[in-house]
């Protein structure tokens, strides 16, 4: 059985000193697809028990899934709890990789020299690297085997700038990760916001929010069954 690990972010505020952390359906809705054909592990920078935004559970209150996730799933409450440091974590324990998103994934994510040569190790063997919303900001420093960005000749996705407007983001987080993605490879986005978008291109998969998490997994699904 393939084994996929999924990256949490460990910030619990953004710039504003207001919560962050990482977005409760944009784990559960691609775990509740993956975990009966891969062994999952999560992991986070500082370890156990990464912090959930507590907008993302009032947000999916009704989401039978998320609350699940959340509230009744022993394995997943173990799993958080023994979350391992991303310094623990040996790439060839791995066939994938998945980043959360959330806001918090922003914040600490991006410029972490620890989450950017692992994420860089996982890309140059060869394995899935795939990532929703805000989790995508985790790979904008990660590179290829040349040296270059791993968006670069890439299509790819995540929180688009009017959705961050929309939630009055823009100036909580470091940068717009639309704007950051431009920069070096080829940004998509549905053809308005909240809409489902998933891209993949190679091992490349990546989502543009809560919506499209449930498409992210099951893209995942879909490379291992080719």
């Known amino acids: 059985m393939p084994s996929i690990l999924f990256v949490f972010t460990s910030a619990d505020k953004n710039l504003k000193g207001k919560p962050a952390g990482w977005f409760l359906p944009e784990a559960a809705h691609p775990y509740y697809i993956l975990k009966d054909g891969f062994n999952i592990d999560f992991a986070s920078l500082k370890g156990s028990n990464p912090p959930l935004d507590p907008l993302s559970v009032e947000m999916f209150a009704k989401d039978s899934q998320s609350i699940q996730f959340h509230n009744d799933d022993e394995t997943v409450k173990a799993k958080l709890a023994n979350a391992k440091k991303l310094s623990e974590v040996k790439v060839e324990d791995y066939d994938a990789i998945f980043y959360v998103g959330g806001h918090g994934p922003v914040i600490d994510l991006p410029t972490d020299p ?31 085997s040349t040296g270059k960005s791993i968006f670069a000749g890439k299509r790819a996705t995540g929180f688009s700038n009017a959705e961050d407007e929309i939630m009055g983001m823009t100036d909580a987080i470091p940068f717009l990760l639309e704007d ?28 543009q929010n809560p ?16």
């Open 180 to 207: 950051k993605v431009k920069e070096v490879g080829t940004y998509e986005k549905a053809p308005e916001p909240w809409g489902v978008h998933v891209v993949v291109d190679g091992k490349l998969i990546t989502g």
């Open 211 to 226: 919506a499209s998490a449930s498409g992210v997994g099951k893209a995942i699904l879909q490379a291992f069954e080719k």
């Open 114 to 144: 620890v989450n950017i040569k692992l994420a860089t190790e996982f890309y140059r063997s060869g394995k899935i690297v795939s990532a929703v919303c805000h989790g995508t900001a985790a790979l904008v420093n990660v590179t290829d």
